[in-house]
Antibody, heavy 121, light 108 residues
Framework: EVQLVESGGGLVQPGRSLRLSCAASGFTFDDYAMHWVRRAPGKGLEWVSGISWNSGTIGYADSVKGRFTISRDNVKNSLYLQMHSLRAEDTALYYCAKAVLYGTSSYFDYWGQGTLVTVSS | EIVLTQSLGTLSLSPGERATLSCRAS???????FAWYQQKPGQAPRLLIYGASSRATGIPDRFSGSGSGTDFTLTISRLEPEDFAVYYC?????????FGQGTRLEIK
């Protein structure tokens, strides 16, 4: 059974940093691209970032480019999102999602339950 | 960036009725790289349709997708009580990936 379990969310002040993790199991992690998608309160889904199976291709939404860094550890079957210079508008539930297609453009067949990031003073 | 517009914010229907949800793209979506998801409160999104018209594994055949270019449709032929949820469209034919803002399907 595929499982994606996010962690690392919490309450953080504007301008500070946070690192999200996603532990994957139930599939061959290093065969698939992985992504982060978020949903702000009262809003729809927003793609944040994606990384190919070998970290050779990475993409970011313009809203986070230069502030967020995606990475993965194929030995630990884990996906990460390092977030710097956090803003109030980054407040959201962050989902880890397994891609079906290679590269950074895909649809997603499995999602985690999400980890909540709240940016507030 | 391709902007996806789901024209209906909320759709109120009764169980047993037919639901038609639409999504319009600001530019043509290449090769029908288009998906639909269902999300219920407190749950992760669930993939329903990919490639504009292919049902994901385990999705009942009352769900169907159609469309190409800039206009896409999700149809639920006969609504079951468990179908009342929020539905999102997504394009993955052009970077960055984008989603529609969602349509809430509620019980009338």
């Amino acid at each position: 059974e595929v499982q994606l379990v996010e962690s690392g969310g919490g309450l953080v002040q504007p301008g500070r940093s946070l690192r999200l993790s996603c532990a994957a199991s139930g599939f061959t992690f290093d065969d698939y691209a992985m992504h982060w998608v978020r949903r702000a309160p009262g809003k729809g889904l927003e793609w944040v970032s994606g990384i190919s199976w070998n970290s050779g291709t990475i993409g970011y939404a313009d809203s986070v480019k230069g502030r967020f860094t995606i990475s993965r550890d194929n030995v630990k079957n884990s996906l990460y999102l390092q977030m710097h210079s956090l803003r109030a508008e980054d407040t959201a539930l962050y989902y880890c999602a397994k891609a079906v297609l290679y590269g950074t453009s895909s649809y997603f067949d499995y999602w985690g339950q999400g980890t909540l990031v709240t940016v507030s003073s | 960036e391709i902007v996806l517009t789901q024209s209906l914010g909320t759709l109120s229907l009764s169980p047993g009725e037919r639901a038609t949800l639409s999504c319009r793209a600001s530019q043509s979506v290449g090769s029908s790289y288009f998906a639909w998801y269902q999300q219920k409160p407190g749950q992760a999104p669930r993939l329903l349709i990919y490639g504009a018209s292919s049902r994901a594994t385990g999705i009942p055949d009352r769900f169907s997708g159609s469309g190409s270019g800039t206009d896409f449709t999700l149809t639920i032929s006969r609504l079951e009580p468990e179908d009342f949820a929020v539905y999102y469209c997504q394009q993955y034919g052009s970077s960055p990936i984008t989603f529609g803002q969602g349509t809430r399907l509620e019980i009338k």
